[in-house]
C-alpha cells in the first residue's frame, strides 16, 4: 500500500471512530419499545403538590413493570396513588401488585382499565447482548430511546448470576423504571437508581419470573434500614412476606405496618435504654451533653453503661464553649442524625451556611420558621402536640412538610433556662415512626460517659450515617 493509499485509509479509521455511535435498533423494535413505555406517575396533594415522576413498561397484557423503590416511595408518604400515563395523557391508575422484590429492585403491576398496546418481550441472558438501548420518560420530550452506554456486568449471589448491569454514565432521574434492551427490542433490564449514589446508572437484570410468575413479596426494608440512625450496630435485618397478588392499597397497608412494626422494634429498646446509663462519649460529650440539657450533666462510668452515643469529634470544648456562652448562638450540632440548635433568650438566631449538617435535606428555613412556634413549652398551634420526656420535662413537637419533594421535617422544642433548645430530623415521609423515637432518643439522653473501659451495651451509636443522603442533582436530557 503507497502512502498516500495508507494515509486515506488511516483518516477514514479515524472519522470512523471519532463519529457517534449509531442507532443499529430495528425500526419495528424502536416503535414497540416507544409505545409500550409510559410515565410512571404519583401526583402530590393540596398540601405537597410536589409529584413523583418515573417510567414503566408493559411485557404483558395488563402486566407492567417499574422499580420496587418507586413503589415503596409513593407508600406512607404525601403522594397520591400511582398510575401510568401515556402519549394522550390518559392516566391508569394502578390496580393490583403482581410481583414485588427489593433484592432486585422491579415492581409487577395492573392498572384499571388497561390501554391497548404492544407489549416488550425479556430477553433472559443479558451477557450475551451487545448493543443495548434505553427508554425513559423525560418531562419536555415524553418517551426517549437512547443508546446505552458501556455497560459492566455485576455478579449477584453466585458467579452464575449477573444481577446487575451498570452503565458507565447515569441517565436522568425520570428514566428510572424504564427497560434496557438490545437492538431487537428484547428487555434485558430495568433501569434503577442506585442507593449510594442517587444517580440512575443500574439496570435490575430480567429473569423469566419477571413474567406470568406469581408468589409472596419478601421484605427486607433495604432503605428503611439506612435511615434508621446514623449507624446502629447492632440491629435485625427484617425478614417479612406479603402474599401476592394483591391489591395495590392493601399491599400498602401492609407494607407500612411492617415499616412502623420494625422502627419501634429497632429503635425503641434504644430508647427505652436511655432511662437507664445511656452515655454521649467522646472528648466533647460533657459539653454536648449540657448544650443539650442547659445544664452540666451527670457523668457515669462506660463500664456499666447500657448504651452510648459517639458524639462529633470535629466539635470542640470550645466552640462549645462559646456557644454556651451565647457567643455562637447560631451553631448546630448533631447527635445521632438529629440536629441540635441552642438559642439564647432574646436572640434571634439564624443558621449559618457552615453551621447545618452535611446532608442536603436539613432545610435551615423550615427549622427557622417554625423555632418560634415551638419554644413556648405548651402545644398551642394546629398540629403540635406534647411530648414528656422520661424527666418530666415537656417538649413541644411538630411535624409536616419541609418543602422538598417528599422529605418532611419534625421539630421538638423546649425552654431551658438560658434560652431554647430545637431538635429537628428530616426524614421521608412514611418514615415518620422512625424519626419520632430518633429524637424522642435523642432528647433522653441526660448523661455522659467517664473512663475508657465498656462493658456490654446493649446498642453502639455513630455519630455519621452509613451512607450520605445528599441530594444529587437531577439530571436533564440535552440530547
Not at 112 to 121: A, E, F, G, R, V
Not at 197 to 218: P, Q
Request: aromatic share 8%; net charge negative; charged share 15%.
Amino acid at each position: 500500500m503507497d502512502r498516500v493509499s495508507l494515509l486515506f485509509f488511516l483518516s477514514l479509521l479515524l472519522v470512523a471512530t471519532a463519529s457517534p455511535r449509531l442507532f443499529a435498533i430495528d425500526s419495528g423494535a424502536k416503535k414497540s419499545a416507544q409505545t409500550a413505555t409510559f410515565e410512571f406517575l404519583a401526583p402530590g396533594n393540596s398540601m405537597d403538590p410536589d409529584s413523583l415522576t418515573g417510567t414503566a413498561f408493559a411485557i404483558g397484557f395488563n402486566e407492567y413493570v417499574t422499580t420496587a423503590h418507586l413503589i415503596g416511595s409513593v407508600i406512607g408518604s404525601h403522594y397520591q396513588r400511582p398510575r401510568l400515563v401515556n402519549a394522550n395523557r390518559e392516566e391508569f391508575p394502578i390496580a393490583d401488585l403482581l410481583q414485588y422484590s427489593e433484592r432486585r429492585n422491579y415492581a409487577v403491576f395492573s392498572v384499571k382499565n388497561p390501554p391497548s398496546s404492544p407489549t416488550l418481550s425479556l430477553q433472559t441472558n443479558a451477557h450475551m447482548a451487545n448493543d443495548w438501548y434505553f427508554a425513559g420518560w423525560n418531562a419536555t420530550k415524553g418517551v426517549v430511546i437512547r443508546p446505552a452506554t458501556p455497560v459492566i456486568q455485576v455478579v449477584g449471589e453466585s458467579a452464575a448470576d449477573i444481577g446487575w448491569l451498570q452503565l458507565s454514565d447515569p441517565v436522568w432521574s425520570e428514566a428510572e423504571g424504564g427497560p434496557l434492551f438490545d437492538a431487537s427490542g428484547h428487555v434485558v433490564g430495568v433501569l434503577s437508581t442506585s442507593r449510594a449514589t442517587r444517580r440512575t446508572n443500574l439496570a435490575s437484570v430480567v429473569d423469566a419470573r419477571l413474567s406470568g410468575a406469581r408468589g409472596s413479596a419478601v421484605i427486607q426494608l433495604p432503605e428503611e434500614r439506612e435511615w434508621i440512625m446514623p449507624t446502629v450496630w447492632s440491629f435485625e435485618s427484617p425478614e417479612a412476606e406479603i402474599s401476592l397478588p394483591t391489591p395495590f392499597d392493601q399491599f400498602a397497608a401492609e407494607l407500612q405496618t411492617l415499616r412502623d412494626a420494625y422502627f419501634d422494634r429497632v429503635i425503641t429498646p434504644l430508647l427505652d435504654a436511655t432511662r437507664n446509663n445511656f452515655v454521649l462519649v467522646g472528648p466533647a460529650a460533657p459539653s454536648i451533653c449540657a448544650l443539650l440539657n442547659g445544664h452540666y450533666c451527670q457523668c457515669k462510668p462506660q463500664s456499666s453503661a447500657t448504651g452510648f452515643v459517639a458524639t462529633d469529634k470535629s466539635v470542640t470544648n470550645e466552640i462549645l464553649h462559646h456557644i454556651l456562652k451565647g457567643e455562637d448562638s447560631s451553631r448546630t450540632i448533631t447527635i445521632a442524625g438529629v440536629v441540635l440548635l441552642h438559642t439564647r433568650k432574646h436572640s434571634s438566631a439564624t443558621l449559618q451556611e457552615n453551621s447545618a449538617p452535611d446532608n442536603a435535606y436539613f432545610d435551615r428555613s423550615s427549622v427557622q420558621n417554625r423555632q418560634a412556634s415551638l419554644h413556648t413549652g405548651t402545644p398551642k398551634m394546629l398540629g403540635q402536640k406534647a411530648y414528656i420526656d422520661f424527666q418530666g420535662r415537656t417538649w413541644t413537637v411538630e411535624a409536616g412538610p419541609s418543602g422538598h419533594h417528599d422529605i418532611s421535617l419534625i421539630t421538638m422544642g423546649r425552654e431551658l433556662s438560658d434560652g431554647y433548645m430545637t431538635l429537628t430530623r428530616q426524614f421521608p415521609t412514611s418514615l415518620r415512626r422512625a424519626a419520632e423515637l430518633q429524637v424522642q432518643f435523642v432528647a433522653n439522653l441526660v448523661n455522659y460517659g467517664c473512663g475508657t473501659s465498656l462493658g456490654d451495651p446493649v446498642a453502639q451509636v455513630a455519630y455519621e450515617f452509613p451512607h450520605s443522603h445528599a441530594l444529587t442533582a437531577e439530571l436533564t436530557e440535552t440530547k
